[in-house]
C-alpha cells in the first residue's frame, strides 16, 4: 500500500518533477473516429507513432487519476472509479449526478487549473485526460504519471467510451453499455412520438441570470435530442446557431420559433431561477404553443449538459421519467 507523503516533502518533490525533464511519463494522444475507424496513437515523447497493440495496457485496478470530467465518467460507466478526479468549476466539486460515484476519491482541482500537489500526493500509476481541455498541463502531468489523453473533438462519447474500454481492457463493458443505452432510447423515441405525434418541432432552451440560449444541434445537448431520438428541430435551428453549441436569444423571438415543445434547462442558482419565474409570467412565455399545450419540459441541466457516456444516458433517463409521467 502506497503511504501519503507529508505535505513539506509533497511541495518539494513537486518542485522537483516539474523542472526535471521528467523520464517516467510520456503520453498517448488518441484521434478517434467512428467506432469502427482504427485508432491511431502517437508518443509525445517519441514523437513516432505506435500501434493500437502497443498502447499501455492499464489495470482497471491501478491507481488512476482523472484530469478530465469526461473521461472520469467515462471510466465510471465502465465500472472504474479514478483514485482522483477533476472537479467541475461551476460547483467547485464533483459533478452532482456522480457526485455519489466518487466517494472516496481525491479532488484533484478544476480542469483548467488542477491541484498538482494533489495528483503527486496520489502517487497514480496513469493519468487520464483530454486534449481540448487539459492539453496545456500535459506536460507538467508526464513527469508524474504516464498520461493518456484523449481528443474529446474526435468522434462521438460512444468512441471515447469504447476507446477508454480498450486501455483498461473493459471493451465488453463499453459494448453493453451502449447497447442499453440504444435500447432504451428506443423506448424513449417512442413515448415522446406518442405524446407529441409524429414531425412535432422541437427547442432546447438554456436560462441564465442575464440571458436566453436556444441550444444548437451541436454538442452538448444536440447529439442526444436531434440523432439520438430524432427530433425535428424548429425552422432555422442550423442557420441560427452554426457550429457553436447555442445562439443567444431575445426572449421576445420565441413566438417566431413556433415549437411545439419547449426542453427547458434553468441554470441551477437563485438568480436563474428568479429571472425564469418572472418571464413566466409574462405573456410572451404564456401564450406559447408549447406552454398552452403543457408540452415544456424542465430537464436536468448537470446531466444534459454532460457530454460523456454516463451523462448521456442518464439524460436519456431523465426524459424518459418526464414522458412516464404524461
Known sequence: MKTMLKPIFVLIILAVMLVACGSKG???????GSTEDSVTQSTNTENSEISAEDAPQVDPNSV???????????????????AGSAIGGGVGDFLPHVADLLEGSA???????????AVLALEPDYIFTDSHFGGEFLDKLEKIAPVISTDLDEGTWRDHLLQTASYVGLEQNAKDFISKYEEKTTRVKQMITDELGEGAKVMAIRVSAKEMRVMSMNRPMGPIMYQ????TPIDGL????????????SKEVLPDMD????????????DAERSFEEFSKNPIWSNLKAVKNNHVYVLDGQKWLDYSSIGQDMAMDDIEQLFSKQ
Open 259 to 270: 415549437a411545439d415543445a419547449i426542453f427547458l434547462i434553468v441554470n441551477n442558482d437563485a
Open 64 to 82: 488512476i487519476a482523472s484530469m478530465s470530467i469526461h473521461m472520469t465518467n467515462n471510466l465510471l460507466a465502465l465500472g472504474i472509479k479514478p
Open 228 to 231: 439520438d431520438l430524432g427530433l
Open 26 to 32: 510520456n503520453t498517448v494522444s488518441n484521434s478517434v
Open 107 to 117: 479532488r484533484l482541482g478544476v480542469v483548467t487549473s488542477p491541484d498538482m500537489e
Open 238 to 249: 442550423a442557420a441560427m446557431t452554426g457550429d457553436e453549441p447555442y445562439a443567444v436569444i
